[in-house]
C-alpha cells in the first residue's frame, strides 16, 4: 500500500508565492510518476504538473513559467513552487502518484488565491 499526504496550502494575495509539498510512504516502486492535480469549485480535477522518479516534467499550459515542480527521490517527496499566483489558481490541490498498477491520491490542500 502507498500514502501520500500533502501540505503547504494557504491564503495568497494575486501575484504571491506558495510552496506545495507532498510525501509518499510505502511500498514506493523505483519507477513512479507523482505529482500534482487540482480541482476548482464545481470543476472536474485538473492535471497541474507530473514528473517522473527520473525527471520527465509535464506541466499544464496555464501554469508553466510560473510553477516549478520538483522531488526527492530519496525521501519520496515532490514540491510544486507556485509562483505569480492568480486567482483562478484557487483550488483544491492534489497530491498523485502512480506506481505500475497502483494510483494513489492525496486528501487535498486548499489554495486560495485573492485578488
Known amino acids: 500500500q502507498v500514502q501520500v499526504v500533502e501540505s503547504g496550502g494557504g491564503l495568497v494575495q494575486a501575484g504571491g508565492s506558495l510552496r506545495l509539498s507532498c510525501a509518499a510512504s510505502g511500498t514506493i516502486v523505483s519507477f513512479n510518476e507523482m505529482g500534482w492535480y487540482r480541482q476548482r469549485r464545481g470543476n472536474q480535477r485538473d492535471m497541474v504538473a507530473l514528473?517522473?522518479?527520473?525527471?520527465?516534467?509535464n506541466y499544464a499550459d496555464s501554469v508553466k513559467g510560473r510553477f516549478t515542480i520538483s522531488r526527492d527521490n530519496d525521501q519520496n517527496r515532490v514540491y510544486l513552487q507556485m509562483n505569480s499566483l492568480k486567482p483562478e489558481g484557487t483550488a483544491i490541490y492534489f497530491c498523485?502518484?502512480?506506481?505500475?498498477?497502483?494510483?494513489?491520491w492525496g486528501q487535498g490542500t486548499q489554495v486560495t488565491v485573492s485578488s
Open positions: 498523485y502518484y502512480r506506481g505500475a498498477t497502483l494510483v494513489r
Open positions: 514528473i517522473t522518479s527520473r525527471g520527465a516534467t
